[in-house]
């Protein structure tokens, strides 16, 4: 081989990752598809797995004092990663989206290697796990924000549909998949729940410091420090608030009388607007309010948000219905259900991971307003179909419905990411993901107050006496079975998504004592608590798919609005329409 051509072999392996080279954006796809499962497994992981975890480290969430770890065991992640992605991916406009991006990956293995590591028992060891969620969820916004901006600065227009949709397919299919992983592991030891992250974590570090290249449009600004400390704190207290909303207040079945809650939704709202007064005047703003002139963006992002709200929604009322209800009507120990659920689940992944790609392709060559609007529909034709099934339904009817809900959701979530995303100038599609992201994340959280709320006041109705009935006839005295069913039904329902039997908890271990091995084996066994609750969750689970299908039917109405400004304000850096 000659000198020049050994010379030019070197120089092809030492470029094979520039900007320019013809497989880059094969390359980007790639990483940022391993950043966006590794976020988004990570946000629903732990909802599976919460058994197991307190199991642990030795504390019951059940008690009274301990509903609030419960909580932000799970809210922790989903707060911060929807307050700071806007804030990160605007400093991904201003130094570097790859930059931003790479430091997201470092971030997230670190704090899994800490929870993997968690050294204290009982309240301390929640603390822990409370504390690096929280700064996992940094990494994880970090992540978010800015992998979808590198995927459009990296494919042309009629790629980037296809390349979006495979990003977005994983940052969803991620929340579904985190279930099954998450119940599989648990089964083994808890900590691997948290510990699987951390060689994919230093893997994908690696991988995308050696191999990512900035290609956006770099813009030198001040940080808009008055913006992003109001939208941090008014988003917090605001979504704080509402989390709280779901615990008893008083002789309340819900905290929504609590008037801290109260104030704390009126703070979140009045620092809200303060941070849109202060984002209207200041010259370099982190939240683009002017994107929501472009009909594309602000439809797009609503359409996004009651989505987010719908699929967080689905998740948490499916998991207590199959968790609380039907695997022990089938035979399987409480200790097991949340394995079996995430298995139950997998036509929804399924469904999902089959349409989303198919769609994206799709919608570059015909259009993606059908096909981001159509698939919302055929969600909130799926919503109505499981209000029809019975509690105790026939499992193929469920995994068909499941399977087409999770296709609608594949076939909405491609085109729309495109459409958001390309109806923005190139120099702010940072920003424009970090918004985005803000609307996904903040439907998740919002889901988990707005559903439970919504469950535990339909539960309110009929449980109690359900219940306190239901103990007398199997001997309980009257006395204990009215205070049993007098307790705020929110224990119940927690018990059901946890996967536990709460009647050995609720009932005194003395009046178990003097009641006969019959009547001791059917209060603890698996068919008393599921029966006893299937009524009133049923006519819970009626509230919360319908106004599901309400939000899939509006969003749908708002994946059709489209505008010329839309189409002028989209130019590539290179003069193409995107």
Same mark, same amino acid.
């Given at each position: 081989?000659?000198?020049?051509?050994?010379?030019?072999?070197?120089?092809?392996?030492?470029?094979?990752?520039?900007?320019? +080279?013809?497989? @880059?954006?094969?390359?980007?796809?790639?990483?940022?598809?391993?950043?966006?499962?590794?976020?988004?497994?990570?946000?629903?992981?732990?909802?599976?797995?919460?058994?197991? $975890?307190? =199991?642990?480290?030795?504390?019951?969430?059940?008690?009274?004092?301990?509903?609030?770890?419960?909580?932000?065991?799970?809210?922790?992640?989903?707060?911060?990663?929807?307050?700071?992605?806007?804030?990160?991916?605007?400093?991904?406009?201003?130094?570097? =989206?790859?930059?931003?991006?790479?430091?997201?990956?470092?971030?997230?293995?670190?704090?899994?290697?800490?929870?993997?590591?968690?050294?204290?028992?009982?309240?301390?060891?929640?603390?822990?796990?409370? /504390?690096? =969620?929280?700064?996992?969820?940094?990494?994880?916004?970090?992540?978010?924000?800015?992998?979808?901006?590198?995927?459009?600065?990296? !494919?042309?227009?009629?790629?980037?549909?296809?390349?979006?949709?495979?990003?977005?397919?994983?940052?969803?299919?991620?929340?579904?998949?985190?279930?099954?992983?998450?119940?599989?592991?648990?089964?083994? +030891?808890?900590?691997?729940?948290?510990?699987?992250?951390?060689?994919?974590?230093?893997?994908? %570090?690696?991988?995308?410091?050696?191999?990512?290249?900035?290609?956006?449009?770099?813009?030198?600004?001040?940080?808009?420090?008055?913006?992003?400390?109001?939208?941090?704190?008014?988003?917090?207290?605001?979504?704080?608030?509402? %989390?709280?909303?779901?615990?008893?207040?008083?002789? *309340?079945?819900?905290?929504?009388?609590?008037?801290?809650?109260?104030?704390?939704?009126?703070?979140?709202?009045?620092?809200?607007?303060?941070?849109?007064?202060?984002?209207?005047?200041? &010259?370099?703003?982190?939240?683009?309010?002017?994107?929501?002139?472009?009909?594309?963006?602000?439809?797009?992002?609503?359409?996004?948000?009651?989505?987010? $709200?719908?699929?967080?929604?689905?998740?948490?009322?499916?998991?207590?219905?199959?968790?609380?209800?039907?695997?022990?009507? *089938?035979?399987?120990? #409480?200790?097991?259900?949340?394995?079996?659920?995430? $298995?139950?689940?997998?036509?929804?992944?399924?469904? #999902?991971?089959?349409?989303?790609?198919?769609?994206? @392709?799709?919608?570059?060559?015909?259009?993606? &307003?059908?096909?981001?609007?159509?698939?919302?529909?055929?969600?909130?034709?799926?919503?109505?179909?499981?209000?029809?099934?019975?509690?105790?339904?026939?499992?193929?009817?469920?995994?068909?419905?499941?399977?087409?809900?999770?296709?609608?959701?594949?076939? !909405?979530?491609?085109?729309?990411?495109?459409?958001?995303?390309?109806?923005?100038?190139?120099?702010?599609?940072?920003?424009?993901?970090?918004?985005?992201?803000?609307?996904?994340?903040?439907?998740?959280?919002?889901?988990?107050?707005?559903?439970?709320?919504?469950? $535990?006041?339909?539960?309110?109705?009929?449980?109690?006496?359900?219940?306190? +009935?239901?103990?007398?006839?199997?001997?309980?005295?009257?006395? %204990?079975?009215?205070?049993?069913?007098?307790?705020?039904?929110?224990?119940?329902?927690?018990?059901?998504?946890?996967?536990?039997?709460?009647?050995?908890?609720?009932?005194?271990?003395?009046?178990?004592?003097?009641?006969?091995? +019959?009547?001791?084996?059917?209060?603890?066994?698996?068919?008393?608590?599921?029966?006893?609750?299937?009524?009133?969750?049923?006519?819970?689970?009626?509230?919360?798919?319908?106004?599901?299908?309400?939000?899939?039917?509006?969003?749908?109405?708002?994946?059709?609005?489209?505008?010329?400004? /839309?189409?002028?304000?989209? %130019?590539?850096?290179?003069?193409?329409?995107?």
């Amino acid at each position: 081989m000659s000198e020049a051509a050994v010379s030019q072999a070197a120089s092809g392996r030492r470029n094979r990752f520039d900007r320019d +080279h013809p497989r @880059y954006k094969w390359v980007a796809l790639s990483n940022t598809t391993v950043g966006m499962l590794l976020a988004t497994i990570n946000s629903s992981i732990v909802i599976i797995s919460l058994p197991a $975890i307190f =199991r642990g480290i030795g504390l019951n969430p059940l008690e009274p004092g301990n509903v609030s770890y419960l909580l932000w065991m799970i809210m922790g992640f989903l707060l911060v990663s929807a307050v700071l992605v806007v804030s990160v991916g605007r400093l991904g406009d201003m130094f570097g =989206r790859v930059k931003i991006y790479n430091g997201g990956f470092v971030v997230f293995t670190v704090a899994s290697i800490a929870l993997s590591l968690d050294p204290f028992h009982a309240s301390a060891g929640a603390l822990w796990l409370i /504390a690096w =969620r929280v700064v996992q969820g940094v990494g994880g916004a970090m992540l978010f924000a800015n992998s979808t901006a590198i995927l459009t600065d990296a !494919f042309h227009e009629k790629q980037r549909g296809m390349a979006l949709g495979v990003n977005q397919v994983a940052a969803i299919a991620g929340s579904f998949v985190g279930l099954v992983i998450g119940g599989v592991l648990s089964e083994y +030891h808890w900590r691997w729940v948290f510990l699987v992250s951390v060689p994919i974590g230093i893997v994908g %570090t690696i991988w995308s410091f050696t191999s990512l290249r900035e290609l956006g449009q770099r813009k030198r600004e001040s940080l808009d420090w008055p913006g992003n400390i109001t939208f941090a704190a008014g988003l917090s207290v605001l979504l704080a608030a509402i %989390t709280y909303g779901i615990q008893p207040y008083g002789s *309340h079945a819900t905290g929504w009388a609590n008037p801290k809650v109260d104030a704390g939704l009126v703070l979140g709202v009045v620092l809200l607007v303060a941070f849109c007064i202060i984002e209207s005047k200041v &010259r370099e703003p982190m939240f683009r309010l002017s994107l929501f002139r472009i009909p594309r963006f602000s439809a797009g992002s609503l359409a996004v948000l009651l989505s987010a $709200i719908g699929r967080g929604g689905l998740q948490f009322m499916l998991i207590i219905w199959l968790q609380g209800i039907w695997l022990p009507l *089938h035979g399987y120990n #409480f200790v097991d259900t949340p394995l079996w659920a995430g $298995i139950y689940m997998l036509p929804l992944t399924i469904g #999902f991971l089959l349409a989303g790609p198919v769609s994206g @392709y799709l919608s570059d060559r015909f259009g993606q &307003r059908v096909f981001a609007s159509g698939g919302l529909v055929i969600v909130a034709c799926t919503f109505l179909g499981m209000m029809l099934l019975p509690v105790n339904f026939s499992y193929p009817v469920f995994a068909l419905l499941l399977f087409v809900n999770g296709v609608g959701s594949g076939i !909405f979530s491609s085109p729309n990411t495109s459409r958001v995303m390309s109806s923005v100038p190139a120099h702010q599609r940072g920003a424009a993901a970090g918004m985005r992201g803000t609307f996904q994340n903040s439907g998740q959280a919002l889901s988990i107050g707005i559903f439970f709320s919504l469950m $535990i006041v339909g539960l309110a109705a009929t449980l109690p006496s359900t219940l306190t +009935h239901g103990l007398e006839q199997q001997g309980v005295p009257a006395a %204990t079975a009215q205070q049993v069913g007098s307790l705020p039904p929110v224990g119940s329902l927690f018990a059901a998504f946890l996967g536990y039997n709460p009647i050995g908890t609720l009932v005194p271990p003395s009046v178990l004592h003097h009641l006969t091995a +019959h009547q001791q084996h059917t209060l603890l066994g698996k068919q008393f608590f599921p029966h006893l609750i299937s009524g009133p969750v049923h006519q819970g689970l009626v509230v919360v798919f319908t106004a599901a299908a309400i939000m899939m039917i509006v969003g749908a109405v708002a994946s059709t609005f489209d505008g010329r400004r /839309a189409r002028r304000a989209d %130019t590539d850096p290179t003069g193409a329409d995107a």
